[in-house]
Nanobody, 119 residues
Framework: QVQLVESGGGLVQPGGSLRLSCTASGSSISIYAMGWYRQAPGKQRELVARLLSDGTTDVADFAKGRFIISRDNAKNTVALQMISLKSEDTAVYYC?????????????WGQGTQVTVSS
């Protein structure tokens, strides 16, 4: 069992920056794929960026060049550095941990942190 707690959300002006953090407890995240997802009002949850246990990254097109995901397995944390924020980045951002060991699929979500980009 993994518990995930996000922090760092808030209100930022267009063009600004934010750094989201996700702290995990209950288990080491070293074997998990760690990711950030977001969900805007009226829209489906979507992948922002994901960092696999082998270091491979998977970044959504809208995030490329603006968002950077990083992990610190020793501290059991994952971060999302966001720059050049736009109004369309407004959403609740969720931390995700996933480990697949067939036939089991272990997946955990944080409670989310609100990011609002507005002047």
């Amino acid at each position: 069992q993994v518990q995930l707690v996000e922090s760092g959300g808030g209100l930022v002006q267009p063009g600004g920056s934010l750094r989201l953090s996700c702290t995990a407890s209950g288990s080491s995240i070293s074997i998990y794929a760690m990711g950030w997802y977001r969900q805007a009002p009226g829209k489906q949850r979507e992948l922002v960026a994901r960092l696999l246990s082998d270091g491979t990254t998977d970044v959504a097109d809208f995030a490329k060049g603006r968002f950077i995901i990083s992990r610190d397995n020793a501290k059991n944390t994952v971060a999302l550095q966001m720059i050049s924020l736009k109004s369309e980045d407004t959403a609740v951002y969720y931390c995700n941990a996933r480990y697949i060991r067939v036939p089991k699929d272990y997946e955990y979500w944080g409670q989310g942190t609100q990011v609002t980009v507005s002047s």
